[in-house]
């Protein structure tokens, strides 16, 4: 059973999000997880759930802060995703991981720290779509998924994997408030 942790954008655009997938049949992501943007990949976050505290506390100490999605780029052929702008996803991810402390191995096969970047994952080849349909959702999200959101980060969510590659949402976590 596996972890991960992320921000998930407002319900209106999570669900134009879920149809915009749902578009192409061979799209397996929903299935898999809802929409969300990972700040914290599965290394380091085993069953045991002793990192879950240490989550917390990270997590009282960051303020609330805004994010924006922004348009459609890919990783390769492989993987189209929205943008993300904004550092303070950045500084969350680095704080979350160096709370955690996970293995070098886990670092590097999770893309984390220096290689961390940020997005909303839209479609990807290893859940049903070709690299055609991946260039194809690309160039319809730019229009079909604008306007992007900007909204508030007020809480992260982890998500618990309850059979292989399905996630469901497992506890919410709160960011810090302004005193």
């Known amino acids: 059973m596996q972890y991960f942790i992320g921000i998930i954008p407002p319900d209106g655009y999570q669900k134009k999000i879920v149809a915009f997938r749902d578009r192409w049949s ?38 609330s802060f805004p994010l924006s999605l922004s348009e459609p ?8 995703f929205l943008s993300v702008e904004t550092r303070n996803v950045i500084d969350l991810h680095r704080r979350l991981v160096n709370a955690i402390s996970p293995s070098q191995e ?30 194809e959702m690309r160039v319809l999200a730019l ?13 992260v969510r982890v998500y618990k994997e309850v059979v ?9 976590i709160q960011l810090g408030t302004k005193n």
């Open 106 to 135: 886990h670092l590097d096969q999770y893309f984390e720290m220096d290689k961390y970047h940020p997005h909303l994952t839209l479609g990807q080849t290893c859940w049903g779509l070709n690299e055609t349909e991946i260039d």
């Open 164 to 172: 292989p590659d399905k996630y469901v949402p497992f506890v919410d």
């Open 73 to 80: 780029e890919s990783f390769g052929s492989a993987i189209t």
């Open 26 to 63: 061979s799209n397996c992501l929903n299935d898999v997880v809802e929409p969300h943007i990972t700040v914290k990949a599965q290394g380091g976050l085993t069953e045991d759930l002793h990192w879950l505290e240490s989550v917390r506390q990270t997590c009282s100490k960051i303020q």
């Open 143 to 155: 229009n079909e998924l604008c306007p992007y959101p900007s909204f508030n980060v007020h809480f």
